[in-house]
């Protein structure tokens, strides 16, 4: 029954839950300054809810992984993100590729397939947290899609990002974080990756005028 | 089974819904007016209407039919209906038995159609315009209302609002995340249903947005107040379903009498906040294209299946 | 001082170096001494490894096996070769104006670091930095890729970071299921991802999780491998970036792609006794052959020719490790080495041909051997090895791929056939006109560099011949550790 659930089992299911509307929401912004908000605010719930594995285990890794989690997608992403924004004045809408309400739905599909796929491995778990296992996969699939179907460049990023926000998710749902090391490489990669972009965006603008991949359609097998 | 201080208790309940109704459109009335910085307007003024609509005259078009003049008492005896079936007070109530979550969205989907029938019955474009819209914003609310019922119901393994409240009033303190995304979805549809701002606004008789307003314009007189009269108790029936939902502290467990005496002062505490918040929230948002309603209502149908999702995912236990 | 330190030590530093330095007269030197030093490190730990069998180096975090030595002497070997062919090769596209002198410093520190990370990937112990290098690899290229800062190759290197990105977040995904697994068994002590200590409890980890792990692993890796239907980025990365970065890409990050994917097949193996991998290999392996074939005959531009040609292999190698047993892993590992250095070959007379030419477009390169007759016999040798004809030893390897597939999976015989055939009629027809015919091309500054083309015919010419005993024991040993 419910009632068996520990409270710290309870508010990280919460922050879980929470992680996959902002999803959702991120999937629906066409703002990108809100969008980027979004991904932090997505980051911080991560952050809340690997603290509290953390306190409820006491298993120190965990901590370090918060405080990760902190400094890199609540703090440091969305600064450098924001900053991209404002000096590639990219603040108007998107359109999106396929309607919201659609992509929405599909959503939907996703989650459920996400929630099947995860039921018998997160039923093996032993940790407390383990029902977030399907809803973490349910995030990296919401990501994706948001990748497939933005225009802008940015927003694409924002889609990786939060892509990795959900891997994270996976892992302290299932195992209670990766080893430090494989964390801190992760964590080094993803920021390598957005600083490398964050050139890239330039160099985009230089070359297109525009940070909409549309224009992008040169190279095609004929 | 029917206990006296039961039918005394309903009896009660559907009385304070009759009274207490204007007052919380007067009120919210009030609060938008100081949120837009305006000067409000009296907290009593839906009573005044009222009074004198049912003081008027009736005129009818000549080709109205008695469909049009029988409706306004449907939709007024559907809301009244509604507010005796939602626990406001107490979950004693003698009439629950006759309808469970779902009957209630059946009994605000058949004051629906009449009133959208009767906004078409005179023929006028405003009225089948209204009407139109109306069912394309019900069409897409009930599924997400159903969902809502739906996440809840397999929280409480019973479809009976009765049932509900009390498994959500009396249990230990659980945190359903699923109840967050049926809240928020709740909220969404209650705004909807209820011609608020983002969907619609009740203050305005703008002829290229209007819903609600739209299909009314042909009444006058007692007509006009009772369908006044039955969207200040949809309200009021909404709030305080969403308020037996997600909040539902405070309501009085079976006949306890000093309970209920209680229970009288929370109720009005509660809505007077959830009046507030919704003035709030119909001043921060602009209203929709009425082509992006759809959109909207498809959010508020999303939450509601991600929270009989999520419901499923995290917090079944087999 | 350690061999392995060495090895992996030399491109980091020298990497380092040559961004933080700047471009200098000695800079395409100091990146051949160095891949040169990497190479010879390489060949010690080679040796060390064949004498004393396997080892591990710092800790339990790096492990060295007959099998990744293997890999990584032919990673080694083959930077070496590109280092000697980009230097001239960059000194004739700076003359052409193609690339500014901090695009110069750009391209030598990426490429001593992406060394690093596919060394760092190929010995690594640990699947969690498997997954890190993997993914540092990809970021190296990607500023290697859009080097030229043309549209088509910024558009290139978006795509290549994009998909490649998403392929391997679902890697990453599995590498946390397996952890998963892993932890169940191994408990909670920070070995879990550590591949020496998961192929001791390979039978006991939960075959479910596996599954669902192995696919994300499949199509995470495979992505980055140019498995159908996540290829998309690699004509477009090949065509699209310099030469000698298309040459390390189809040659060496497609094998660590897959050898990343081998390491986690044989866990699943393991785990799924029912052969349950080797189909999803072979199953995606022969879909990527004959998508790629077909996709041969439709190409314009050269380079994006042989991007294709090297998916085609890849699948066909995907193909032959997920048939398993001892023929087909020796023959898919010698058909890696053989595409390896053949591949790079053909990129290294591919560069100087363009060149030459000043097009990628095969309509108009035209007789190549009037221009340089070596590199015309360079990119024609080059092409009937890659083609699998003998004597060279790609025949060798596809001839042991297809005998073995007529015996265990004769249903895939026609298949593959086929799309060997589509893939021979594309590629001759196209490249005979490019070598003969009549020619319009200029000379170049800069004497191309056409040693490292015929070092590698030449190695695999010999290993068509004659495979010596050491390597066929070594091949063995790698063959078995594969199941």
Same mark, same amino acid.
């Not at chain 1, 404002?86 to 004045?89: E, Y």
């Not at chain 2, 203050?203 to 947005?209: D, F, G, I």
């Not at chain 3, 695999?460 to 010596?468: D, F, Q």
């Given at each position: 029954?419910?009632?068996s659930i520990p409270?710290?089992?309870?508010?990280?299911?919460?922050?879980?839950?929470v992680?996959?509307?902002?999803?959702f929401a991120?999937?629906?912004q066409?703002r990108?300054?809100s969008l980027?908000?979004?991904?932090?605010?997505?980051?911080?719930?991560?952050?809340l809810?690997?603290?509290?594995?953390a306190v409820t285990?006491?298993q120190v890794?965990?901590?370090?992984s918060a405080?990760?989690t902190l400094?890199?997608k609540v703090?440091?992403?969305?600064?450098?993100?924001h900053r991209?924004v404002?000096?590639?004045?990219v603040k108007?809408?998107?359109?999106?590729l396929?309607?919201?309400?659609t992509?929405?739905?599909?959503g939907?599909?996703?989650?459920?397939?996400?929630f099947?796929?995860?039921?018998?491995?997160?039923?093996?778990s032993?940790?407390?947290t383990?029902?977030?296992?399907?809803?973490?996969?349910?995030?990296v699939?919401l990501?994706?899609? &948001?990748?497939?179907?933005r225009?802008?460049?940015i927003?694409q990023v924002?889609?990786?990002l939060? &892509?990795?926000?959900?891997l994270?998710?996976a892992?302290?749902?299932?195992?209670?974080g990766?080893? &430090?090391?494989?964390e801190l490489?992760?964590?080094?990669?993803v920021?390598?990756g957005?600083?490398?972009?964050?050139?890239?965006?330039f160099?985009?603008?230089?070359?297109?005028?525009?940070l909409?991949i549309?224009?992008?359609?040169?190279?095609?097998?004929? | 089974?029917i206990?006296?201080?039961g039918?005394?208790?309903?009896?009660?309940a559907i009385l304070l819904?009759?009274?207490?109704?204007p007052l919380?459109?007067g009120w919210?009335?009030q609060c938008?007016?100081?949120f837009q910085?305006r000067t409000?307007p009296? !907290?009593?003024?839906?009573?005044?209407?009222?009074?004198?609509?049912?003081?008027?005259d =009736?005129?009818?078009?000549h080709?109205?039919?008695?469909?049009?003049?029988?409706?306004p008492?449907?939709?007024?005896g559907?809301? =009244?209906l509604?507010?005796?079936i939602?626990p406001?007070?107490?979950t004693?109530?003698p009439?629950?038995p006759?309808a469970?979550?779902?009957?209630?969205v059946?009994?605000?989907? !058949?004051?629906?159609?009449?009133i959208?029938l009767?906004?078409?019955?005179?023929g006028?474009?405003f009225?089948?315009l209204?009407?139109?819209?109306e069912m394309?914003v019900?069409?897409l609310a009930?599924?997400?209302?159903?969902m809502?019922?739906f996440?809840?119901?397999? /929280?409480?393994?019973?479809?009976?609002l009765?049932?509900i409240?009390?498994?959500?009033?009396?249990?230990?303190?659980v945190?359903y995340p699923?109840?967050?995304?049926?809240? /928020?979805a709740?909220?969404f549809?209650?705004?909807?249903?209820?011609?608020?701002?983002p969907?619609?606004?009740?203050?305005?008789?703008?002829? !290229?947005?209007m819903i609600?307003?739209?299909m009314?314009?042909?009444?006058?007189?007692?007509?006009l107040?009772?369908?006044e009269w039955?969207?200040s108790l949809? !309200?009021?029936?909404?709030s305080?379903?969403g308020?037996?939902?997600?909040f539902?502290?405070?309501?009085?467990?079976g006949?306890?009498?000093?309970a209920? =005496?209680a229970?009288i002062?929370l109720l009005m505490f509660?809505?007077? /906040?959830?009046g507030?918040l919704?003035?709030g929230i119909e001043t921060v948002?602009a209203?929709?294209r009425?082509f992006?309603?759809?959109?909207f209502?498809?959010?508020?149908?999303?939450?509601?299946?991600?929270?009989?999702?999520?419901r499923?995912?995290?917090?079944?236990r =087999? | 001082?350690?061999?392995?330190?060495?090895?992996l030590?030399?491109?980091?530093?020298? *990497?380092?170096?040559?961004?933080?330095?700047?471009?200098? @007269?000695?800079a395409?030197n100091?990146?051949?001494?160095a891949s040169?030093?990497?190479f010879?490190?390489a060949v010690?730990?080679?040796g060390e490894?064949?004498?004393n069998?396997?080892r591990?180096?710092?800790?339990e975090?790096?492990?060295i096996d007959?099998?990744?030595?293997?890999?990584v002497?032919l990673?080694?070997?083959?930077?070496?070769?590109?280092?000697i062919?980009?230097?001239?090769?960059m000194?004739?596209?700076?003359?052409?104006?193609?690339?500014s002198v901090?695009r110069?410093?750009l391209?030598?520190g990426m490429y001593q670091?992406?060394?690093?990370t596919?060394?760092?990937?190929?010995?690594t112990?640990n699947l969690?930095?498997?997954?890190?290098?993997?993914?540092?690899?990809?970021?190296?290229?990607?500023?290697?890729?859009?080097?030229?800062?043309?549209?088509a190759?910024?558009e290139a290197?978006?795509?290549?970071f994009?998909?490649?990105?998403?392929?391997i977040?679902q890697?990453?995904?599995?590498?946390i299921?397996?952890?998963?697994?892993?932890?169940?068994v191994l *408990?909670?002590s920070?070995?879990?991802l550590?591949?020496t200590?998961?192929?001791d409890?390979?039978?006991s980890l939960?075959?479910t999780?596996?599954a669902?792990?192995?696919?994300?692993?499949?199509?995470?890796?495979?992505?980055?491998?140019?498995?159908?239907?996540?290829?998309?980025?690699?004509p477009d990365a090949?065509?699209?970036?310099?030469?000698?970065?298309?040459a390390v890409l189809?040659g060496?990050l497609l094998n660590?792609?897959?050898?990343?994917?081998?390491?986690c097949?044989?866990?699943? @193996?393991g785990?799924?006794?029912?052969?349950?991998a080797?189909?999803?290999?072979i199953?995606f392996g022969?879909?990527?052959l004959l998508?790629?074939?077909?996709?041969?005959s439709r190409?314009k531009d050269?380079?994006?020719?042989?991007?294709?040609s090297?998916?085609?292999?890849?699948?066909?190698?995907?193909f032959?490790?997920?048939?398993?047993g001892?023929i087909?892993?020796?023959a *898919?590992?010698?058909?890696m080495?053989?595409?390896?250095?053949?591949?790079?070959?053909i990129?290294?007379?591919?560069?100087?041909?363009t060149?030459?030419?000043?097009?990628?477009?095969?309509?108009?390169? #035209?007789?190549?051997i009037?221009?340089?007759?070596l590199?015309?016999?360079?990119?024609m040798?080059?092409?009937l090895?890659?083609l699998g004809?003998?004597?060279?030893?790609?025949?060798a390897s596809?001839?042991?791929?297809?005998t073995h597939?007529?015996?265990?999976?004769?249903?895939?015989t026609p298949?593959l056939?086929?799309?060997?055939g589509?893939?021979?009629?594309?590629?001759?027809?196209?490249v005979q006109?490019?070598?003969?015919?009549?020619?319009?091309?200029?000379?170049?500054?800069h004497a191309?560099a056409?040693?490292?083309?015929?070092?590698?015919?030449?190695i695999?010419?010999?290993?068509?011949?004659?495979?010596?005993p050491?390597?066929?024991r070594?091949?063995?040993?790698?063959? #078995?550790?594969?199941?």
């Open positions: 029954m419910t009632s409270l710290s089992a309870q508010l990280i299911n919460l922050f879980a839950a992680i996959l509307l902002l999803g991120m999937l629906a066409r990108m300054l980027i908000n979004l991904f932090a605010l997505q980051g911080f719930c991560l952050f809810a690997t603290l509290v594995a285990t006491g890794h965990l901590f370090y405080g990760l400094a890199l703090l440091l992403l969305p600064w450098i993100l991209l404002r000096q590639l004045k108007r809408e998107v359109e999106a396929i309607n919201i309400p992509t929405m739905l599909v939907i599909v996703l989650v459920m397939v996400a099947n796929v995860a039921l018998p491995i997160s039923e093996l032993h940790t407390i383990r029902g977030t296992l399907g809803i973490a996969l349910a995030v699939m990501a994706f899609l &948001m990748m497939i179907t225009q802008k460049a927003s924002v889609g990786f939060s &892509m990795e926000n959900g994270f998710l892992a302290t749902s299932a195992t209670y990766m080893p &430090m090391v494989v490489g992760i964590a080094l990669d920021l390598v957005v600083i490398i972009l964050g050139v890239f965006f160099q985009i603008r230089d070359q297109f005028d525009s909409d549309r224009h992008m359609e040169k190279l095609k097998d004929n | 089974m206990s006296i201080s039918l005394l208790g309903q009896a009660f819904a009759l009274l207490l109704a919380l459109s919210v009335g938008r007016a100081w910085s409000a009296p !907290l009593l003024l839906p009573y005044f209407m009222l009074q004198k609509l049912f003081n008027k =009736v005129v009818l078009a080709n109205a039919s008695s469909l049009f003049r029988a409706a008492f449907v939709i007024f559907c809301m =009244v509604a507010c005796a939602v406001t007070l107490s004693d109530l009439f629950a006759a469970d979550a779902l009957a209630l059946g009994v605000f989907g !058949l004051a629906r159609i009449f959208a009767a906004g078409m019955d005179v006028t474009a009225g089948s209204g009407g139109r819209r394309l019900g069409f009930e599924p997400a209302l159903l809502v019922f996440t809840l119901a397999m /929280i409480a393994q019973s479809t009976s009765v049932t409240v009390e498994t959500l009033a009396y249990r230990e303190l945190i699923s109840l967050a995304f049926a809240g /928020i709740f909220t549809v209650s705004l909807a249903e209820n011609a608020r701002v969907v619609d606004n009740p203050a305005t008789h703008l002829e !290229l947005t609600h307003e739209a009314i314009l042909e009444y006058s007189g007692r007509h107040a009772l369908i039955a969207a949809k !309200l009021y029936a909404y305080c379903l308020l037996a939902l997600f539902p502290w405070g309501i009085a467990p006949d306890n009498f000093f209920l =005496v229970a002062p509660k809505l007077a /906040i959830g507030f919704l003035a948002n209203k929709l009425i992006r309603a759809p959109e209502l498809g959010t508020a149908f999303m939450l509601a299946v991600l929270g009989l999702l999520v499923l995912l995290l917090e079944v =087999v | 001082m350690d061999f392995f330190v060495l090895m030590a030399i491109p980091l530093v020298s *990497g380092a170096l040559l961004t933080v330095v700047g471009e200098r @007269d000695w395409p100091l990146n051949i001494v040169l030093g990497t010879l490190a010690g730990l080679t490894i064949i004498a069998g396997p591990f180096a710092f800790g975090q790096f492990f007959s099998l990744n030595v293997f890999f002497s990673t080694a070997f083959v930077g070496l070769t590109t280092s062919f980009s230097g001239p090769y000194k004739n596209e700076r003359e052409h104006g193609r690339l901090p110069l410093r391209y030598k670091l992406f060394m690093f596919m060394l760092a990937a190929l010995t112990n969690g930095i498997l997954w890190v290098a993997m993914e540092a690899a990809t970021l190296t290229t990607v500023l290697l890729v859009s080097l030229y800062r043309t549209s190759s910024l290197a978006w795509k290549y994009i998909l490649c990105g998403v392929g977040a890697a990453l995904f599995g590498t299921l397996l952890y998963f697994a892993a932890e169940r *408990g909670e920070g070995n879990a550590l591949w200590h998961l192929i409890v390979k039978g939960e075959p999780i596996m669902l792990s192995f696919i994300f692993l499949l199509v995470g890796y495979g992505t980055k491998v140019g498995l159908a239907p996540l290829h998309n980025w690699l090949h065509a699209e970036g310099p030469t000698p970065v298309s189809s060496l660590v792609a897959l050898y990343a994917i081998l390491r097949k044989v866990l699943a @193996d785990a799924l006794p029912n052969g349950y080797g189909n999803l290999m199953g022969l879909f990527t998508v790629a074939a077909f996709f041969l190409q050269v380079k994006r020719m042989f991007a294709y090297s998916i085609e292999h890849m699948g066909l190698i995907t032959a490790f997920g048939m398993g001892p087909a892993n020796f *898919g590992l010698l058909h080495t053989m595409h390896s250095l053949t591949k790079s070959a990129f290294f007379a591919v560069g100087h041909a060149q030459k030419t000043g097009t990628q477009l095969m309509e108009h390169i #035209r007789g190549l009037k221009i340089n007759p590199i015309g016999w360079g990119l040798l080059g092409t090895a890659i004809m003998p004597p060279f030893g790609v025949f596809e001839f042991m791929i297809l597939a007529m015996k265990h999976f004769p249903w895939a298949i056939l086929l799309a060997l589509v893939a021979f009629a594309a590629i001759f027809g196209k006109p490019m070598v003969f015919g009549e020619t319009t091309a200029k000379r170049l500054p191309p056409m040693t490292p083309v015929f070092l590698h015919l030449g695999v010419l010999m290993l068509g011949l004659y495979i010596p050491y390597l066929t070594w091949f063995h040993e790698a063959a #078995r550790m594969l199941g």
